[in-house]
């Protein structure tokens, strides 16, 4: 790109790896790729769309061609890697917190800048104001000069290395205060053009404006100027019938002065935006054939999976009527809104008194028919939603059809209600109100709803405590960037579980690791997990990264490892593939399952890990729902007299167990007699558990494969029994314990009865002999006697 025109500027090395690791996975079905693609984020949408540029220049137009759009900006470089990633519009060049070092591009042949010194990331206007950016920060975009209307002191672009140094780290006063001068004076020339001399004009209610917002947008008097001319423009262009071609509302002058003094916000937005928000209420509804927009449209379900700028750039949107849509902001302005903390709508009472003198239906009985209608938009939502609606449903009339799709396409439409309730106050410990900002991030980074943020705070109240920048963000970033999450499963995890984000993630006094830190020191050098197996697990389970160490994982470490004989090596897939398995108990329950099948199947501990290693999933069946039966059923279905002769099976066949009793094992042993030559039933089912006993393989096949299996046979003409009988290559075991190992077991157990709390099971006696510093001979008179030996009672089996 021409240095004339464009700019970029480089991340910092951690955050560029996590860049570079994102983009090698390119989708490979995409095969129109193109350089000329770019990705630059809608805040209509909230969506991180993909453009196609039209013209023979790269530099972003207002028609170029909508490819695709995701919620996630990492999402859209996996599907697009050679796109360029450009900020959105209205974001100023260089951006807030960013430094650039301007020589750097006169001084080589690059078209990039350099981040000179970083960037504070617990000030979130760098990182967190763009939804679903992740790790991203505002200082690794792509940022062109015709758009975002970049000039240096001197008019030119990049500076010429003579007249400018560095630009400085931001704490330079002079510059500093220039900076403060030029954005106070853009306040103070909005406050101007906003203002009404008219006493029918009233502002409804107070808004937030300061230098500082001024500042981080890089708003001077002049830009304000022409923004407010646009603004009016857009608002009234079609009160005279305007052109075909231009999109506007007809709003009267009065109506203009009436929401520009109310919503002054508006004059700070991207007008192109705006004309899109427009089109898209005014554009025709979508054909009736598609079914996403339908379900969308009957039930508001799966408004996250439709790609809406798509749809707007083909002219399609939510057909309202040019009265409605103008009716519509001129009473609401806040629907405008592109920025979540624009979004909030005035207050209740406001709300009541002006919507009971336009219309007289607003009656707590159309408030609960918006509920019933659009509940699962309102729930955790501001009242003010439900007010607003029942406004444009009531006196506007627009269909709850088209409500849904609006709710669907513009998360900004609702806004999170500050007011615990009754039902939050009495789960735990929270705010009498909540902090908006943190609520308004959360839905920022993790693209969600209300309803998630009501849910998530009804779990783990004390989210309600958390602030923004100094609690969520850095946990978030440092859960994301230590396990290499993506943006959507970073969402997964928390929507699953919340109080995640209350753990410790930063260094302790002392330099002492964090708790998080401590966990995955533990998954990843005592547990052997790698990053990319951890991750996976924590996914699934993540709780996971939260069990105590000391408290529960090492204990269960030392149970997979030390009791039942599994080799290091495989305790990281057992956690990876089934990870819930070290949220169990370790005396009631996992250690009461082993030694049910150890017992019932006379096996030594160490062959039960085998059975583990092999199939974890074993563990978090019922013992005595689903274990033990099956076992004895096992026992007598197929004659295995001798307990061991049953544990030979189960080692041959360690998945078996996971089966269903009654739609899989024996309805394996009716679909093999069933097949076989006519004879009468018990004996065809005698012949049938021979089978299986020489191929208990087939236990863990589905129904079906045997099914199909067996007719393969038949129709081949075939013998069924030496057709399902086992193959000589067999499956290869993990591992094999040398046989000098297999002691007789012992249990050590707080209870006499020993059902349950069982406190550890040993290969021999000779094992809990020493760990305990007793005399074998005394572990076994223990076992014999029944008695207590120092307050534990022992059983040999």
């Known amino acids: 790109a021409d240095k004339s025109t464009k700019a970029k500027i480089k991340a910092s090395s951690i955050n560029k790896s996590n860049k570079n690791s994102v983009t090698t996975t390119a989708n490979k079905k995409n095969q129109n790729n193109s350089p000329t693609y770019y990705i630059q984020f809608s805040r209509v949408f909230q969506r991180h769309v993909v453009y196609n540029t039209k013209t023979d220049t790269t530099s972003p137009n207002a028609n170029d061609q909508v490819i695709q759009s995701f919620q996630f900006l990492d999402d859209a470089i996996t599907s697009y890697p050679k796109a360029r990633i450009v900020a959105p519009r209205d974001v100023p060049f260089p951006p807030p917190l960013c430094t650039i070092d301007w020589t750097s591009l006169s001084s080589s042949s690059s078209s990039s800048a350099v981040a000179a010194a970083g960037y504070n990331k617990i000030e979130e206007e760098c990182e ?45 006063a002079n510059q500093q205060q220039q900076h403060d001068v030029q954005s106070n004076e853009a306040l103070r020339t909005l406050l101007k053009l906003v203002s009404s001399s008219s006493s029918s004009v009233i502002p409804r209610h107070f808004f937030r404006l300061d230098h500082r917002r001024f500042a981080l947008g890089g708003h001077t008097p002049e830009s304000i100027t022409i923004n407010h001319a646009r603004v009016v423009t857009l608002l009234s262009r079609a009160r005279d019938g305007g052109s075909s071609s231009s999109i506007g509302l007809a709003m009267s002058s009065s109506d203009v002065a009436f929401v520009l003094s109310n919503f002054p916000q508006l004059c700070l937005y991207d007008t192109l935006e705006l004309e899109t928000f427009v089109r898209f209420l005014l554009a025709p509804l979508p ?32 057909g309202l009527s040019l009265e409605q849509a103008t009716k519509a902001m001129r009473l609401m302005p806040e629907l405008m809104a592109l920025y979540y903390e624009d979004s909030r709508k ?74 615990p309730g009754w039902e939050i106050l009495q789960r735990g410990p929270v705010r009498s109100s909540l902090k908006r900002h943190s609520l308004d991030y959360l839905r ?73 830190d401590q966990r995955l020191d533990f998954f990843q050098n005592e547990a ?110 197929l004659s295995l007299d001798e307990p061991r002769d049953l544990g030979e099976l189960v080692l041959k066949a360690p998945r078996l167990l996971r089966q269903g009793l009654e739609t899989s094992l024996m309805k394996k042993i009716d679909l093999i007699a069933e097949a076989l030559p006519p004879k009468n039933m018990e004996d065809s089912k005698r012949v049938a558990a021979d089978i299986l006993r020489q191929n208990p393989a087939l236990f863990d096949t589905s129904n079906a494969v045997i099914t199909e299996r067996i007719d393969r046979c038949v129709d081949a003409g075939k013998d069924v029994a030496q057709y399902l009988l086992p193959s000589t290559k067999g499956r290869k075991k993990l591992f094999q314990h040398p046989a000098r190992e297999m002691g007789d077991p012992i249990f050590m157990s707080s209870i006499a009865t020993f059902d349950s709390s069982l406190l550890k099971i040993y290969p021999d006696a000779a094992s809990s002999a020493k760990e305990m510093g007793l005399k074998r001979a005394d572990i076994v008179k223990a076992c014999t006697n029944g008695l207590p030996l120092n307050g534990h009672y022992f059983s040999s089996l």
């Open 346 to 419: 005035p207050s209740v009472g406001y709300l009541y008194t002006q919507l009971q003198q336009q219309i007289n239906v607003m009656s707590p009985q159309l408030c609960d028919e918006v509920k019933m209608q659009l509940g699962q938009f309102l729930e955790g939502a501001d009242f003010s939603d439900t007010l607003t609606l029942g406004y444009l449903y009531g006196y506007l009339g627009i269909s709850w059809k088209k409500l849904r799709l609006l709710l669907s396409a513009f998360p900004l439409w609702t806004t999170n209600n500050l007011d």
């Open 287 to 318: 054909p009736t054939n598609i079914p996403s927009i339908t379900i969308v449209a009957d039930t508001g379900v799966g408004g996250e999976k439709v790609d809406w700028p798509r749809l707007a750039y083909e002219g399609y949107g939510v």
């Open 128 to 172: 967190t104001t763009i939804a679903g950016m992740g790790l991203f920060g505002l200082c690794e975009l792509e940022y062109d000069a015709d758009n975002n209307h970049v000039h240096n002191r001197n008019g030119k672009y990049p500076v010429d290395t003579t007249t400018t140094a560095t630009i400085s780290d931001g704490n330079n």
């Open 444 to 516: 920022q980074r993790l693209q969600i709803r209300p309803s998630d943020v009501y849910k998530m705070i009804k779990t783990h109240t004390r989210l309600s405590t958390y602030d923004a920048a100094t609690k969520i963000l850095p946990t978030l970033d440092k859960l994301q960037r230590s396990l290499g999450l993506r943006n959507s499963e970073l969402r997964q995890l928390i929507l699953r579980m919340p109080s995640v984000i209350g753990m410790g993630t930063s260094e302790k006094d002392g330099g002492k690791p964090s708790a998080f």
């Open 528 to 637: 052997g997990m790698s990053i990319k197996e951890l991750k996976e697990a924590v996914v699934k389970q993540p709780s996971l990264i939260q069990y105590g160490i000391d408290s529960s994982l090492r204990p269960k470490l030392d149970f997979f490892l030390r009791e039942l004989g599994i080799p290091h090596e495989h305790i990281g897939r057992i956690i990876h593939t089934s990870p819930a398995i070290m949220g169990l108990a370790l005396t009631d329950t996992l250690r009461p399952k082993v030694a049910s099948i150890m017992k019932l199947c006379a096996l030594h501990p160490y062959e039960v890990g085998m059975m583990v290693a092999v199939s974890p999933p074993t563990l978090f069946l019922s013992q005595k729902g689903k274990i033990e039966p099956a076992l004895k059923y096992l026992a007598i279905a």
